[in-house]
């Protein structure tokens, strides 16, 4: 096993882990966590411990790289590797999650455009009021937006009213 290792080491087939982390621009620990979580193959040890990773993880690692641009978590990309690695097509279930992603995104664009709308609203009041007393700042404690506050009860309000 050593006199294999040792002549595909010096045939270039072996690459180090710090040689993976250089050519792939991957640091060391995250190589070691895509091991763990079965993004990669578990690496060929030498006798010292030192893991040894055949070129093809450059590929891998690139593959990795390009589905985390298009949107996909390390668990989603885990789960496609295996997948394929099981003979299936991850195919269908890779327009799924975008097509998911896709309806995601369009919500959040639209809330975006909502809060957009409303943060100019109030900043018209602000620039009309110019000062306003308040606990700490007036214009922002009189402010009326919905976005990104959490809904008061009935309760909460009634509560917060009776003690002014």
Known sequence: MRTALKSATDSGRWLRIGDVSKQSGV???A???Y???GLLNHATRTQSGYRLYGAEVLERLEFIKRAQVLGFSLAEIAHIIKEKEAGKSPCF???EIV???LQELDERMKEMRRYRKELAAALV???EAKEMEGEVCGLIEGTAISHG???RTKLE???SQSKR
Request: proline residues 4%; positive net charge; glycine residues 4%.
């Open 27 to 29: 640091g060391i620990e």
């Open 31 to 33: 190589l070691r966590f």
């Open 35 to 37: 091991e763990k979580q």
């Open 93 to 95: 279930e890779v327009r």
């Open 99 to 101: 097509r998911s992603r």
């Open 125 to 127: 009041e602000w620039d």
């Open 149 to 151: 506050l959490p809904k």
């Open 157 to 159: 309000k009634k509560t």
